[in-house]
C-alpha cells in the first residue's frame, strides 16, 4: 500500500532567520501526523540548520538538485554523498525550473537520476509540459519522453536500486507551476495513470508501489480533492510550502487520505 508523500520545495527562498521560525511550526504542525512522510527540500546553505532541527522529527529533509559525479573539479556543483552527509534522503530532479532556467536535460536528469541512486538518495522526478505542449494535446509524448529518457538509462540492478530507495514521480503540468492555476483532479488522475502504467510495461510491481505526487499550485483548499484520487499520492508543493499554516493543512489533508490506494501500511 502507497503512502501519501508531501514534499515541500522552497526554491531560492529563506534565511537563517525566517526558516527557522517556518521550521519550528511545521514541526509542531505535524506532530501528531502518521499516515503520511512529509520532506522539504531547502536550499543547500541551509541543510545543516535543517538537519539541526529536523532530526528525530517525523520530517525528512532533502536537495533540490544535485550533480552525477562523487567528487572533482565542477565547481558550484553538489555531490550525492554531500547530500547524504547533510542527512538528507530524497532530491529533486529535473524541475521544469531548472529544464527551463538552467539549460538541464532529459540528458542531465538521466545521469543526476543515476548519481543520485547510486550515493542513496531518493530521487523524485519531475515531468511534466509547458503550456503549448498541453494546448497541442502533447501531454502524454512530453512526459513519455522525459520518463523515458531516465528508464532507459537504467539497467535491472540500477532499477531495483532505485525501487529500493523508494523512487518518486512528480507530475508537474509548467502551466500550472507557480501560476495559481491547478490541473484539475481528473486530469491530474489521468496523467498519473499514464506515468504508471508507462512503469508497469517494465515492472507490474514496481508500478504498484511507486508514488506519484502531483505538483503545480496546490493549496490547502484543492489538495483534498487531488490527493484523493487513485493515482495521485501526495503532492509537491512549491509557494504554498513557504507558508506554515498552508503547508501544515496541505499535510493534514494527506494524513487523513486513506483512499483504498492509499492506505497507511
Ligand atoms: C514547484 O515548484 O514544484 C511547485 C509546484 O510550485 P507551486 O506549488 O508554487 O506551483
Redesign the pocket.
Same mark, same amino acid.
Given at each position: 500500500m502507497r503512502r501519501n508523500l508531501v514534499v515541500g520545495?522552497w526554491?531560492m527562498h529563506g534565511d537563517i532567520k525566517s526558516n527557522q521560525i517556518l521550521l519550528e511550526s511545521i514541526i509542531e504542525g505535524l506532530r501528531d501526523f502518521k499516515n503520511a512522510d512529509y520532506v522539504v527540500c531547502v536550499p543547500n546553505p541551509y541543510l545543516f540548520q535543517a538537519r539541526s532541527l529536523l532530526t528525530n522529527t517525523n520530517i525528512a529533509w532533502g536537495g533540490q538538485n544535485v550533480n552525477q559525479h562523487e567528487q572533482g573539479a565542477f565547481t558550484g556543483a553538489v555531490a550525492p554523498h554531500m547530500l547524504t552527509d547533510l542527512g538528507c534522503t530524497y532530491v529533486l530532479l529535473g524541475?521544469s525550473e531548472r529544464r527551463n532556467l538552467f539549460y538541464e536535460t532529459n540528458l542531465t536528469a538521466a545521469a543526476r537520476f543515476d548519481g543520485a541512486i547510486k550515493g542513496g538518495l531518493t530521487p523524485i522526478l519531475c515531468v511534466g509540459e509547458t503550456l503549448a505542449e498541453h494546448e497541442a494535446g502533447l501531454t502524454e509524448v512530453i512526459v513519455a519522453s522525459q520518463m523515458d529518457a531516465v528508464m532507459a538509462t537504467l539497467g535491472e540492478q540500477e532499477f531495483a536500486k532505485a525501487m529500493q530507495l523508494n523512487m518518486v514521480f512528480a507530475y508537474?503540468p509548467v502551466w @500550472? $507551476? &507557480?501560476t495559481g492555476k491547478t490541473a484539475s483532479p481528473e486530469q491530474a488522475q489521468l496523467v498519473h495513470q499514464f506515468i504508471r502504467n508507462r512503469i508497469a510495461r517494465r515492472n507490474a510491481d514496481a508500478a504498484a508501489k511507486v508514488r506519484i505526487i502531483y505538483?503545480?499550485?496546490?493549496k490547502a483548499k484543492n489538495a483534498a480533492e487531488l490527493f484523493a484520487m487513485p493515482d495521485v499520492d501526495g503532492g509537491? $508543493? &512549491? &509557494? @504554498?510550502s513557504l507558508r506554515a499554516d498552508e503547508f501544515v493543512a496541505i499535510c493534514q489533508v494527506a494524513n487523513n487520505v486513506t483512499s483504498s490506494a492509499c492506505l497507511t501500511e
Open positions: 520545495n526554491k524541475h508537474e @500550472a $507551476i &507557480g505538483g503545480g499550485s496546490v509537491l $508543493i &512549491g &509557494g @504554498a
